[in-house]
C-alpha cells in the first residue's frame, strides 16, 4: 500500500465476497446479508473496512473453525467501520455481516432512478460506486488494489429483474412472491467495478463471436438504442485486434440509465450510460451521434485499461482515463475515417489539456491523493486530456507500431491485478530495447508525467539557424522549467526530429521557415518571433502547411493574447490577413476564439472592433457551409454550420435573425428544423425576439421524450436576453420539472449569457447550501459550479468571492481545486482587459 494514504493498511486481503441483497422499491432500503473471505496476514483483534451511510444488524468472524461476535464502531468522518474481536485471527478468515444501505435519489452508491411508462412513475435500481462509493451500497474494502471475486445474488419480487457484471447462473421461486436471482461468480476486480441493477428493462442483443452483446433500457426505449448497440460492436471488435487480448467476460451489456450524473460509467461486463451518451435516433444530430459514439468507445476501453488492469491508487486514475480518452478516438478514426476523428481529437482534447493546464493551480497527470474526499477533484482534463494528448506525443516519438508492442506487454504482464504508472513506461521501454532501439522513454514520461503544466518554446532566428529557449507557460507569467520535448518540425528542406532536452536548443538550417510540432503531437506552445511568424501566416494562406498546424499556430498565438502577453490587435491583425475562407480545424478554433474575445470585450469600447472581425469570419464560414446540408458534405462540417449560425445570432445579423425567424415560424407550423442547426436557431429566436417564446420553449421541453431534445429547450431557455425571464429560468432549474442530472444545464448556460451572467454569482451564492446537500462529492458535481464562476472579470466580484468561500461550512474537498482554478482565471480575465486598456 502506498505510503501518505488514507487506506485501510495491508494486513487484510479480501479474496471474495458473497452478497445477497434484499431490495425494498417501497422503502427504497436494501438490506445486504455478506460474507468476505480475506486473508489476515498478520494476528489482530480489529479489522477495518470502509461503510458509509450503512446501518449494521451485526457481524462475526469464522477464524480457526470459531466463530466470534464482532463489536462494530463506525466513523462517518472517514467511512470505515471497525470490527474488533475478543480474540486474535490470523490466515484465511470469513467476515460476516447484515446491513442496511439506502437507495438515495442523489446518483450515488445503490441508487434509484425513476422513469414514466404507460403514465405510470416507476424505478429502478442501479449504482455507481466511482471513485468511493461501493462503500454506500455495501460495507467492503472500498481502494482500488483490494481485487477480490464476487457471487452477487437478490432476492426481489417475481415481476422484477437484475442485472450485474456476469450472467445469470439460476433463478429460484421462493414464498410471498419473491425469486432468488444468483450470478456466476466474477472476475478478479476492484469495488467500484461492481455492478448491480433492480427493476424492468427492454433489450436488444448482438454478438461478437461467442460474445453476447446487449443493449439495456427501461421499458419503451429500447429502439432508441439500437444504432449505438451497432457501434460498440464496430468498436469492441477494433480493440479486441489492437490489444491482442479478446474481452475476457461471457457477456457485455450497454446500459442506459434515466439518471446518471456522469457520462457513462466502465463497470466491468455492465456499462451504463446517461441516456443523452447513448440514445441514438434518426432525428440525432451528428454531433451528439459522434459524442455517444465516443463514450461508447471510451468505456469500452475502459474494459482493459481500469478493468482488466486497474490503478494501484487514485494517484494513477490517469492510467484508465488517459488511455480510454486517447485509444477511444484512435478506434473511431479508424472505424469511421470519413469523421476525421483524429483531427477532432486535436482539436477539442489538445486543447482542452492546453485549457486546463495553463494555470499555476493545475496538477501533475500523476497526482498525489490523500483520501476519498479529493478523488473527485481529478476526474478533469488533466486526467483525461492532457494524459491523453502526453500518450499522443509518446506514441509519435516511438512509433505506432513499438507503441502498441508496449501495451500490449503491459496488458499482458498485469491482467487481473493493478499497476503504477512506471509499469506504462517501463513495459514501452522494454519493447524499445528488445528492438534495439535507445529511447528516453521513462525520462520522457517522468518529467510529463509527474511534473504540473507544460512549455512555451520560443523561436528566433540567429546566425546559422534558430535559437529555441522553453520556460512554463501559464496565464498570468513564465515560469523557469524545462522537459524533454520531441520535437518534430519542418523547414524547406523537410521535416527533422529532435529531443530538447535542456532549457535552449540550436538547430541548424539555412531555411527562412521554421514550424515546431508538425502535426501538432506535442503538448507545448509555441512562440515565434514577428518575421518567422508572417511567414507561418503567408503558408497558412496559400495552404502550404497541413491544416493542423495552421491550427496550431493560431492556437498558440491567441494563448498568447489571452494571457496578455500580446495585444488583441495583433490577434485580430492575424486572422483577417491569413485565416479567412479556410476550412476546419482552423476555422473552429478561430470561431471559438473570436466569441470568447467578444463576450469578453462587450460593452466596452473594444466591442465593435471585436465584432466586425466576429460578424465577418462567421459570415464567410457560413457562405461556405451553406444553411442547408449538402450531398456529401464532410460529417464535421454539417457539425460546424449549427456553431456559426449561433454566433451570427448572438451578433444580431440581420440576414442570420431573418433566416432563423423564418425556420422558427415554419417550425411552429409543424415543420421540422434540421437537427444539426435546431439548438442555433432556438438560441438566436431567444436572444433577438424578446420573451415571447419562453413559455414555448419551456413546455415543448416538458412534453419531449428524447434526451438531446430536452437538452436543446432547456438551453433556450437560457438564450433571453431579458434578465427577468432569465431569473424565471432559473427557478426552473431545481423544479420537478427537471432531473438533478440536468439541474445545472440553465445556471451553467447562463454563465454565456452577455446579459444575465452576472445573475449566476448571486443564484450561486444564494443557493450554494442547496447545491452541497444535493450534489454527493461521488457525483463530481459541485465542482463545476466554482469552475463556472470563471466568467468573472472584475476585482469587485472577485473579492465577494473570495470572502463567501473564506468561510470553511461553504467549501469541500471536491470542489476546492475546480474553485483555485476559477480564481486564477479571473486574474487573467482582469490582465487580458487591463492589457487592452478596457
Excluded at 15 to 26: E, G, Q, R, T, W
Excluded at 617 to 623: E, I, T
Excluded at 717 to 730: C, I, N, Q, Y
Amino acid at each position: 500500500m502506498t505510503s501518505g494514504h488514507e487506506t485501510l493498511g495491508d494486513n487484510v486481503l479480501p479474496i471474495n465476497y458473497k452478497l445477497v441483497f434484499v431490495p425494498d422499491l417501497k422503502t427504497f432500503k436494501t438490506k445486504v446479508f455478506e460474507d468476505i473471505t480475506c486473508n489476515v496476514k498478520r494476528p489482530t483483534k480489529s479489522i477495518k473496512i470502509n461503510a458509509k451511510e450503512i446501518e449494521f444488524d451485526g457481524g462475526s468472524v469464522f477464524a480457526n473453525g470459531k466463530v466470534q461476535e464482532a463489536k462494530i464502531t463506525l466513523n462517518k468522518k472517514s467511512s470505515q467501520a471497525t470490527f474488533t474481536f475478543k480474540k486474535s485471527v490470523s490466515g484465511k478468515i470469513q467476515l460476516a455481516m447484515t446491513s442496511t444501505c439506502i437507495n438515495n435519489d442523489g446518483m450515488y452508491g445503490f441508487y434509484r432512478s425513476k422513469y414514466t411508462h404507460r403514465g405510470k412513475e416507476r424505478h429502478i435500481l442501479t449504482t455507481q460506486f466511482e471513485a468511493p462509493n461501493a462503500r454506500a451500497a455495501f460495507p467492503c474494502f472500498d481502494e482500488p488494489s483490494f481485487k477480490a471475486t464476487f457471487d452477487v445474488s437478490f432476492i426481489i419480487d417475481r415481476g422484477l429483474d437484475a442485472i450485474s457484471n456476469m450472467p445469470i447462473k439460476e433463478t429460484s421461486n421462493l414464498d410471498r412472491g419473491k425469486k432468488m436471482v444468483r450470478f456466476e461468480k466474477s472476475a478478479k476486480m476492484s469495488t467500484y467495478l461492481l455492478y448491480l441493477f433492480v427493476g424492468n428493462y427492454e433489450a436488444i442483443e448482438g454478438r461478437l463471436g461467442k460474445l453476447r452483446l446487449r443493449a439495456i433500457t427501461v421499458p419503451g426505449k429500447v429502439e432508441q438504442v439500437r444504432e449505438s448497440l451497432g457501434y460498440a460492436i464496430k468498436f469492441l471488435d477494433w480493440q479486441q485486434k489492437y490489444f491482442g487480448i479478446n474481452f475476457p467476460l461471457p457477456k457485455l451489456d450497454f446500459i442506459a440509465i434515466p439518471d446518471f450524473a456522469a457520462g457513462a460509467m466502465e463497470n466491468w461486463g455492465a456499462i451504463t450510460f446517461r441516456e443523452i451518451a447513448f440514445v441514438i435516433t434518426k432525428q440525432s444530430s451528428a454531433a451528439i451521434k459522434q459524442q455517444a459514439s465516443e463514450t461508447i468507445s471510451h468505456e469500452i476501453v475502459h474494459q482493459w485499461f481500469g478493468d482488466l488492469v486497474t490503478m494501484k491508487w487514485w494517484d494513477d486514475l490517469w492510467l484508465n482515463e488517459s488511455f480510454a480518452t486517447f485509444l477511444a478516438c484512435k478506434a473511431i478514426d479508424e472505424v469511421y475515417p470519413q469523421w476525421d476523428f483524429e483531427v477532432q481529437y486535436i482539436d477539442e482534447g489538445l486543447g482542452a489539456a492546453f485549457t486546463a493546464d495553463s494555470l499555476e493551480s493545475t496538477h501533475p497527470i500523476s497526482v498525489h491523493i490523500n483520501s476519498p474526499d479529493q478523488i473527485d477533484s481529478i476526474f478533469d482534463a488533466i486526467s483525461y486530456e492532457k494524459g491523453g494528448s502526453v500518450l499522443y506525443m509518446l506514441e509519435d516519438y516511438v512509433g505506432k507500431p513499438l507503441f502498441r508492442k508496449g501495451l500490449h506487454r503491459y496488458l499482458a504482464d498485469h491482467a487481473y491485478s493493478n499497476a503504477a504508472k512506471e509499469d506504462l513506461w517501463n513495459a514501452i521501454a522494454k519493447e524499445a530495447k528488445k528492438e534495439g532501439k535507445n529511447l528516453k522513454v521513462s525520462q520522457l514520461m517522468h518529467s510529463w508525467v509527474t511534473k504540473s503544466g507544460h512549455p512555451v518554446v520560443e523561436v528566433k532566428k540567429v546566425a546559422g539557424g534558430f535559437r529555441l529557449s522553453q520556460k512554463r507557460f501559464t496565464l498570468l507569467k513564465d515560469m523557469e522549467d524545462h522537459w524533454p520535448i520531441p520535437i518534430h518540425y519542418l523547414t524547406d528542406k523537410g521535416e527533422g526530429m529532435l529531443l530538447m532536452e535542456k532549457s535552449e536548443q540550436l538547430i541548424r538550417s539555412s531555411s527562412p521557415f521554421i514550424k515546431l510540432n508538425l502535426g501538432q503531437k506535442g503538448l507545448y506552445r509555441v512562440k515565434y518571433e514577428g518575421a518567422i511568424l508572417e511567414h507561418l501566416g503567408r503558408m497558412i494562406k496559400q495552404k502550404k502547411l497541413g491544416t493542423l498546424d495552421a491550427w496550431g499556430i493560431e492556437n498558440d498565438l491567441f494563448s498568447f493574447v489571452r494571457s496578455g502577453r500580446l495585444p488583441l490587435s495583433s490577434y485580430l491583425y492575424f486572422v483577417e490577413k491569413y485565416c479567412f475562407g479556410l476550412g476546419y480545424p482552423l476555422s473552429s478554433n478561430i470561431s471559438g476564439h473570436l466569441g470568447w474575445l467578444f463576450n469578453m470585450t462587450y460593452g466596452t469600447s473594444l466591442e465593435e472592433a471585436v465584432k466586425g472581425v466576429f460578424v465577418g469570419f462567421n459570415k464567410d464560414q457560413l457562405r461556405i457551409l451553406g444553411w442547408t446540408q449538402k450531398k456529401g458534405e464532410r460529417e464535421i462540417d454539417t457539425i460546424l454550420r449549427g456553431g456559426v449560425i449561433a454566433n451570427l445570432g448572438i451578433a444580431r445579423d440581420v440576414e442570420t435573425v431573418a433566416q432563423s425567424k423564418k425556420l422558427f415560424e415554419h417550425y411552429r407550423r409543424g415543420k421540422e428544423i434540421d437537427s444539426n442547426i435546431k439548438g442555433a436557431i432556438f438560441a438566436t429566436i431567444a436572444w433577438n425576439m424578446g420573451p415571447k417564446n419562453f413559455n414555448f420553449f419551456f413546455e415543448r421541453y416538458k412534453k419531449a421524450q428524447i434526451p438531446e431534445e430536452q437538452r436543446r429547450f432547456l438551453g433556450a431557455l437560457t438564450a433571453f436576453g431579458d434578465r427577468k425571464v432569465l431569473s424565471e429560468a432559473l427557478k426552473i432549474a431545481y423544479s420537478k420539472d427537471v432531473r438533478l442530472q440536468d439541474s445545472m444545464v440553465i445556471p451553467i448556460r447562463l454563465t454565456g449569457n452577455l446579459v444575465g451572467r452576472d445573475l449566476y454569482w448571486a443564484w450561486t451564492k444564494k443557493n450554494w447550501r442547496m447545491l452541497m446537500g444535493k450534489y454527493d462529492s461521488g457525483t463530481h458535481m459541485l465542482s463545476r459550479f466554482a469552475e463556472a464562476l470563471s466568467f468573472v472579470s472584475d476585482r469587485k466580484t472577485k473579492a465577494e468571492i473570495v470572502r463567501f468561500f473564506s468561510k470553511r461550512e461553504n467549501r469541500r474537498d471536491d470542489m476546492m481545486r475546480g474553485y483555485n482554478q476559477a480564481l486564477e482565471r479571473i486574474d487573467a480575465n482582469m490582465k487580458f482587459r487591463e492589457k487592452n486598456g478596457i
